[in-house]
């Protein structure tokens, strides 16, 4: 174990908190493009369009517009 009477401390483990730069801001830019997020919703609004009329699709442009504004995107 090791030398006589002299006992050494046993030190903890550090941990250390590295600051790469400022967090990202809740608000900030959307990582995607409008074009891209929502591929499922932005299907469906478009078929409905194309085949009934803007004024008949109405709920499915609604559940687009809520898409996009979970991913960030203010519409």
Do not use: Y
Not at 3 to 27: F, K
Not at 58 to 69: G, S
């Amino acid at each position: 174990m090791g030398s006589t009477g002299d006992p050494t401390p046993v030190q903890a483990p550090v941990c250390s908190i590295v600051n790469e730069g400022p967090a990202p801001a809740t608000d900030s830019k959307p990582k995607k493009k409008i074009c891209c997020a929502c591929p499922d919703t932005k299907r469906l609004r478009d078929e409905c369009i194309v085949e009934h009329g803007e004024s008949a699709c109405t709920k499915w442009i609604e559940a687009h517009k809520r898409c996009l504004r979970a991913e960030g995107f203010k519409v």
